[in-house]
């Protein structure tokens, strides 16, 4: 080996010492740096933590927006609340009579018609046993009839007896009110299913059955003629329809069958299917309309981000979330308050104006946006720590290989 070559490696090995000593130097500056971060760490996080609730805090412009928020909700619930006052008068007011001349008018004509646009076109086939389509159209529903309940021990209650048939029932109805039609029968709350007879008259109860012999003697008949089927839908649309808007009305749907004390303490007290489907129209609107308006408030607000102010969207995010939830809580709370108020001094009827739908918007808010402001900090905060922790790259130097 030249003394040339000695040189150039002797050179090299300097170099390569010079980049080693260099590399050691930045893995321990980079060490000593880490070490301090583990060591302030409390501290670290607990300027991260304060940084978070700078940047997500409520300024004066979120405030103004928070202000405006709760007062749309408020409003809201207050005009939904003069709303359904109405609509309950309104509806109560417009009952009829259950012999009301208008509703036998109405079933007249709509028997009439039916049997105006199928009669000449359907055969009337005769039976010892079952009423033919026409009779069914129109004779009276049996289980209208009490006559004869006494002597199965069954009480009817007169005009509550709705609330102890299933035909009455105003899913239910369809189904065995259907089949009683066609069948003439009646079937109670507890399934219990009693035949009814015209012979002699008037129509009474003559025998126990069950309800299977019901559906038997139904299919039984419809082979006769299935002109009978039809018939007694319709049959059945039309007595459902005119006792709904009648004073007592329908009973609330299936109740009866698993709950019947409660369905008739209920429908001894005017709450009928008419007063349910008017209350879950409400709760809807209720939930509907606070569901838009924070999403209108959640928009508005959105176009005020910045992105030199915030570390990312997800914060800003937060600040709208918080917004959203505080005034939701506080609508909710005043709702609260104004309902329990009005009950404590003596309104009974106070409860109807509680704001069910914003309820359980508000408790919905109150999980997701709960859970989401937690995830952001976390993010906020872990994550800026173990940025710290990893710091920059260390752009080590490579030594060179020998020849």
């Known amino acids: 080996m030249s003394v040339e070559e000695l040189r150039k490696k002797r050179a090299q090995l300097k170099a390569n010492s010079d980049i080693t000593f260099n590399n050691m130097q930045v893995i321990a500056d980079e060490s000593l740096r880490v070490t301090e971060v583990a060591h302030n760490s409390r501290e670290i996080l607990e300027n991260l933590d304060a940084e978070f609730e700078r940047q997500t805090g409520l300024d004066k412009t979120d405030v103004k927006f928070l202000f405006f928020a709760t007062a749309l909700q408020i409003g809201r619930w207050v005009v939904i609340n003069k709303v359904n006052q109405y609509a309950t008068e309104k509806m109560n007011s417009s009952r009829l009579k259950d012999n009301d001349s208008s509703i036998k008018k109405m079933e007249r004509e709509a028997r009439d018609k039916y049997k105006e646009k199928h009669d000449g076109k359907w055969v009337h086939n005769k039976s010892e046993k079952y009423p033919t389509w026409l009779e069914i159209v129109y004779d009276g529903v049996p289980y209208d009839v009490s006559i004869g309940s006494p002597k199965f021990g069954v009480n009817m209650e007169a005009g509550y007896h709705r609330i102890h048939t299933l035909g009455h029932d105003p899913l239910l109805g369809w189904l065995f009110g259907t089949m009683n039609i066609i069948s003439s029968t009646i079937t109670l709350d507890d399934f219990r299913t009693y035949k009814v007879s015209a012979n002699p008259k008037p129509k009474h109860w003559e025998y126990q059955t069950n309800v299977l012999d019901g559906f038997r003697m139904a299919i039984e008949s ?182």
Not at 260 to 276: E, F, I, T, V
Not at 311 to 330: G, M, P
């Open 222 to 403: 419809i082979k006769e003629d299935d002109k009978r089927l039809p018939a007694a839908i319709f049959a059945e649309a039309i007595h459902l329809k005119s006792d709904a808007f009648t004073k007592n009305g329908l009973p609330i749907p299936v109740l009866e069958t698993f709950a019947p004390d409660l369905a008739g303490k209920l429908y001894k007290n005017n709450y009928d299917s008419l007063c349910l489907m008017k209350d879950i129209a409400v709760v809807g609107t209720q939930a509907v309309g606070a569901i838009l308006i924070n999403m209108v408030i959640s928009l508005i607000h959105g176009l005020y981000y910045d992105p030199e102010k915030y570390s990312s969207r997800d914060v800003y995010e937060v600040k709208t979330r918080k917004i959203l939830l505080y005034s939701n809580l506080i609508s909710t709370a005043s709702n609260v308050i104004w309902v329990g108020g009005n009950a404590i001094a003596g309104n009974e009827a106070a409860w109807k104006d509680l704001d069910i739908g914003g309820i359980i918007v508000t408790m919905y808010r109150l999980v997701t946006d709960t859970k989401f402001i937690q995830s952001v900090k976390e993010e906020f905060v872990l994550g800026g720590f173990r940025n710290m922790i990893k710091g920059e790259d260390l752009n080590l130097l490579e030594v060179e290989l020998w020849d």
